[in-house]
């Protein structure tokens, strides 16, 4: 139990879990811990998010909108934000990444699912949540010529970069008025199947950063994922399954689908960098190649035209080539 952060069996106590097992499992890319409790035949998740580095408040608020509107968040069985604690219902082990990885044929049922409730959260009005604006698309942009660009030993320009991204991002902004709560980190990672197959209802986690904006960014998050290979005909057909799903379609949505895929995709590019340069994770700049790979891909649409002139000015070819990979 030395090892277990402190304040844990008091929290637990006072959930009304004395005497539960408790189990630490895998962490992500944060400070947040997780822990399965076991007493009996019942099971919970305790997550600990402390602060300074965590607050877990914005994930109660979004998870408790969520559940309140008919999308499966996790319950919500006793909170301390305060200090750190949260205890909730236990959605089990079947990620749905996981669950591919044992049932490959299972992979488009899968992903027709986890669209499917993707346009559910999309026919709801949208959360009392922030705004996906442009002052946050640019901030995030800019985290690949903040920490990629530099670890690279690239020298670029900066203000170019931004002055681009703010014209290839500006057309999509009124699409996304009144908008749809945007869960930002929606991908096989996060997407639990609480019935153990590919059709089970889609159990939602890490959903705390959560906005309002636009309908395309959570397919991007999902069909561009940054841990898992999807096919490009998969990638199709699932956007013409949400274009059916959620009666939205044409030109300018691929278009904005493009322009989100790329925004993104930089980011994740800038983020995995810093957590290798910042927190000593370098397992993280492994999935740049298959991020790089569908930025490129995005890049190409003529919505990122004013982006991908940037990209052909700053970034050297062979590192284009190689899918932005950094030497062994």
């Known amino acids: 139990m030395s090892a277990l952060p402190e304040g844990l069996a008091e929290f637990v106590a006072h959930a009304g879990w004395t005497g539960a097992a408790v189990e ?20 919970a998740m305790l997550m600990h998010a402390p602060p300074p580095h965590e607050d877990p408040a914005p994930f109660l608020h979004v998870a408790h909108w969520l559940n309140a509107h008919g999308m499966r968040a996790p319950a919500i069985l006793a909170e301390d934000a ?8 236990d959605f089990g082990n079947d990620r749905m990444r996981d669950w591919l990885d044992l049932h490959a044929a299972d992979e488009r049922a899968a992903y027709e699912a986890a669209v499917e409730a993707l346009a559910a959260l999309h026919r709801l009005l949208p959360g009392p949540f922030p705004a996906y604006d442009m002052a946050v698309y640019a901030r995030e942009a800019a985290l690949l010529t903040e920490w990629y660009c530099p670890a690279q030993g690239l020298e670029v320009d900066a203000e170019g970069y931004a002055a681009a991204w703010e014209e290839a991002l500006a057309p999509l902004l009124a699409r996304q008025n009144p908008g749809v709560t945007v869960l930002r980190d929606y991908h096989a990672e996060n997407i639990m199947l609480l019935g153990g197959k590919a059709t ?10 959560a906005l309002v904006g636009h309908p395309a960014y959570d397919l991007v998050s999902l069909l561009q994922d940054a841990r898992r290979d999807v096919s ?15 009666a939205i379609s044409g030109d300018d949505f691929h278009a904005d689908y493009a322009r989100l895929g790329a925004q993104r995709n930089a980011k ?9 340069v910042r927190d000593g994770k370098p397992k993280y700049l492994g999935m740049i190649p298959r991020v790089w790979a569908a930025l490129e891909r995005d890049l190409a649409h003529p919505a990122l ?23 062994a």
Do not use: C, K
């Open 24 to 43: 630490p499992l895998p962490g992500d890319a944060s400070f947040r811990r997780y822990f399965r409790l076991t007493r009996d035949e019942q099971t």
């Open 82 to 89: 305060g200090a750190g604690w949260v205890l909730t219902e």
């Open 200 to 209: 089970a209802p889609q159990g939602l986690i890490d959903f705390q950063d």
């Open 232 to 246: 490009e005909e998969l990638e199709a057909a699932m956007l013409a399954h949400y274009s059916a799903a959620a």
């Open 268 to 276: 994740i590019v800038g983020i995995f960098t810093r957590l290798n």
């Open 305 to 327: 035209a004013p982006v991908a002139r940037w990209f052909d000015t700053n970034i050297p070819v062979a590192l284009r080539a190689a899918n932005g990979a950094f030497a």
